[in-house]
């Protein structure tokens, strides 16, 4: 690329060899460090009889160009560029671009920030209270029998929430019964009380952990499917469908689901307190010197009826709250395969928030009330 002034004033810019993509090419700029400041020109050509190959990489470049001779008051004169470039350059040029399209640079101000930030919250407590809303009233419509969904659906839903979910939910109570064993193990046998093991473990999984640990799994098992799921109808316009034949997205995707997590979620968390009383029970009998029979009279000994309702109740709360979380997402997922991702990714993080707050709640409520 080379740059001649012509006697009447104007600028011939010389191009020439293969001009792609996979080539160094040189960028709008350099014409512009190339014309004098002092005198500018009126028109600027092209020479192009030595132009070899091009592709999209040059076309790029000579928008660039345009743009500069636009923004400097040149007359651009593309009579000698070669007609495929004429065309797809008028192609190029032929709608305006879109006020916003090009991302600025410059940061918003702080309060700017703050205060865009504060509206999105706000616009997302009300999405969340309008979807708590249809859901109080689609198990209002399935209260008096009217709500429509497929009963087979309902009962591949629960499979999934609940069979197919015991091997991960065995696994993790069964290791975090053996952590917390282990935990309590070393500082109780300072003390030769290593039978208080069984008591730890067995009412930290019945009150805590048991129902806590379950909704955290479900959370990233289920929560992020039923996201992905509802996503996925929403790219599909799956949903639209059904609107279209008169029945509620509420209704047939969602009650279903909130129905089968609420259903699983309380055996879900008793088979995960056994699992966990179970992992603890290795550690006592097979580090701590314990027998079976002694250990397990020390749990049922340690252990109450309202611990485990309380973890129970619990549960059942935190099956909502994973349940709303991914269908929630999924239906407000955007119409394309990011946007699923997204959603899920949302589903889950929301799911685990809300699961931890309640959580605390629940902490403070049960030691105001002695439970």
Not at 178 to 207: E, K, T
Not at 270 to 293: E, Q, R
Request: proline fraction near 3%; hydrophobic fraction near 55%.
């Amino acid at each position: 690329m080379s740059l001649d002034r012509t006697r009447d004033g104007a600028v011939l810019l010389r191009l020439s060899g293969d001009w792609r993509l996979k080539s160094r090419l040189p960028a709008p700029a350099a014409v512009e460090q190339q014309l004098d400041p002092s005198a500018p020109p009126k028109r600027l050509a092209f020479d192009t009889s030595a132009l070899g190959g091009w592709d999209s990489g040059f076309l790029a470049f000579l928008v660039g160009v345009e743009e500069l001779c636009r923004a400097r008051h040149i007359e651009l004169d593309a009579s000698n560029l070669p007609e495929g470039v004429r065309r797809l350059l008028r192609l190029a040029t032929a709608v305006p671009e879109r006020q916003g399209a090009r991302r600025s640079e410059s940061r918003p101000e702080f309060l700017a920030l703050v205060g865009a930030e504060s509206l999105a919250l706000w616009r997302a407590c009300g999405e969340m209270l309008a979807f708590l809303g249809e859901a109080l009233l689609s198990f209002g419509r399935l209260a008096v029998g009217r709500a429509r969904f497929r009963r087979t659906d309902l009962v591949d839903i629960i499979f999934e929430c609940g069979a197919a979910a015991l091997p991960i939910v065995t696994l993790i109570s069964f290791l975090v019964g053996l952590i917390l064993a282990f935990v309590g193990a070393i500082q109780l046998q300072q003390f030769g009380a290593q039978i208080y093991v069984a008591d730890l473990v067995g009412i930290a999984m019945a009150r805590e952990m048991g129902a806590l640990m379950t909704g955290i799994i479900m959370s990233g098992r289920t929560g992020a499917a039923f996201a992905a799921q509802l996503g996925t109808m929403q790219v599909n316009e799956e949903i639209d469908a059904l609107s279209t034949f008169g029945l509620s997205a509420m209704d047939f995707l969602v009650l279903p689901r909130m129905l089968a997590l609420i259903l699983m979620m309380p055996l879900l968390c008793v088979y995960s307190d056994l699992m966990g009383i179970l992992g603890g029970a290795f550690v006592g009998v097979g580090m701590l010197k314990l027998s079976l029979v002694e250990y397990m009279n020390a749990t049922v000994n340690g252990i109450g009826l309202t611990d485990f309702a309380v973890g129970i109740f619990k549960s059942s709360v935190f099956g909502v709250l994973v349940a709303i979380s991914g269908c929630m997402r999924g239906i407000q997922s955007g119409r394309s395969a990011s946007a699923v991702g997204l959603a899920a990714t949302s589903a889950v993080v929301t799911a685990i928030v809300f699961l931890i707050v309640t959580d605390g709640i629940f902490a403070v409520l049960t030691n105001a009330l002695h439970i």
